[in-house]
């Protein structure tokens, strides 16, 4: 399991960036495995993470656009969170484009993927 670049979506006004209260689209790189599949929706669901997308790990090419491509062509089944937030590659990158309020719900819903395991409703 990987998590990276969980961001809030940003759009621009006026020539100025401003924050929306949308967090910005993310996806989940998951390995073809039904059981890690439904399980991977079903914590999605749980933690109420809107605006997210299950992909399999070669749906933008043979790689992923992510850190996890070395795995994948090697087998190794995972689950890689990952958001393309417009100032990913921009000076404009800072601390402040974090999806804070999205850590916990985040890290509730990795933690049932690392023992295959059933979803719990809340996380606490």
Not at 56 to 62: F, K, S
Not at 90 to 95: K, L, T
Request: glycine share 4%; hydrophobic share 45%.
């Amino acid at each position: 399991m990987r998590l990276q670049h969980a961001a809030v979506r940003w759009e621009t006004v006026n020539g100025t960036w401003v924050p929306t209260a949308d967090p910005e689209a993310r996806w989940w790189f998951t390995w073809r495995l039904p059981r890690l599949e439904h399980l991977v929706a079903a914590t999605i669901e749980a933690e109420e993470l809107r605006r997210s997308f299950i992909l399999p790990p070669d749906a933008c090419g043979p790689c992923l656009p992510t850190d996890g491509a070395f795995f994948h062509p090697h087998g190794v089944p995972l689950v890689h969170f990952a958001s393309a937030p417009m100032d990913l590659f921009d000076s404009a990158n800072a601390f402040d484009k974090v999806d804070v309020a999205s850590q916990k719900p985040l890290a509730c819903a990795a933690v049932p993927h690392r023992r295959l395991g059933s979803p719990s409703p809340t996380c606490t």
